[in-house]
């Protein structure tokens, strides 16, 4: 049975300089796991395409002045060298989770290098899974192993 060593909760307010905001705070949490620059890279590209989608899709139909619009992540490190992050908002959801994952989808309108989140989030992790109710949320949990 794998154990967790260390754990990190975070809520950010869905605001655009908070990508980075939680881009550099995981990186910095995962270090104890002395992860190569290269599993570092992956991390920080889907990380950053998930919080992106809370900040750009999540609250689209809220005011930009809404205090409930956050981001809450959960980091986890395992002595097992795996680290696993749940992003999740309190949004507008997903209708066609399926859908919405297919590359190169995108319900944003004339944006041309747009759709490849989800893939990015496949590719760089070892796992991805994606869980949303419409008018409640969506949540995102990845993992991904460090080489021993
Ligand atoms: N957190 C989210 N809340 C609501 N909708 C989302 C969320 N994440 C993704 N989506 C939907 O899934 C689609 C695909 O996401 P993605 O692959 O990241 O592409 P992009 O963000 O470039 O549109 C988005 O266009 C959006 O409709
Ligand atoms: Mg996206």
Same mark, same amino acid.
């Given at each position: 049975m794998k154990k967790i060593i260390n754990e990190m909760k975070l809520r950010l307010p869905a605001v655009g300089v908070n990508e980075a905001v939680a881009r550099s705070c995981?990186?910095?949490?995962v270090a104890e796991l002395n992860p190569t620059v290269e599993e570092l890279g992956d991390l920080?590209? %889907?990380?950053? !395409? %998930?919080v992106t989608n809370c900040i750009v899709h999540a609250y689209r139909d809220s005011l930009?002045? +809404?205090?409930?619009a956050n981001i809450y992540i959960s980091v986890r490190l395992y002595d097992s060298r795996e680290v696993s992050v749940e992003i999740s908002d309190n949004g507008c959801g997903i209708e066609d989770v399926a859908k919405a994952r !297919?590359? /190169?989808y995108t319900s944003t309108v004339g944006? !041309?290098?747009c759709g490849m989140g989800f893939l990015v989030m496949e590719s760089? /992790? +070892?796992s991805l899974s994606v869980k949303s109710t419409p008018g409640?949320?969506?949540t995102v949990l990845m993992r991904k192993i460090f080489k021993p």
């Open positions: 995981i990186c910095a949490f920080r590209l %889907a990380v950053s !395409e %998930a930009p002045t +809404d205090r409930n !297919e590359p /190169m944006c !041309e290098r760089f /992790m +070892d409640k949320g969506t």
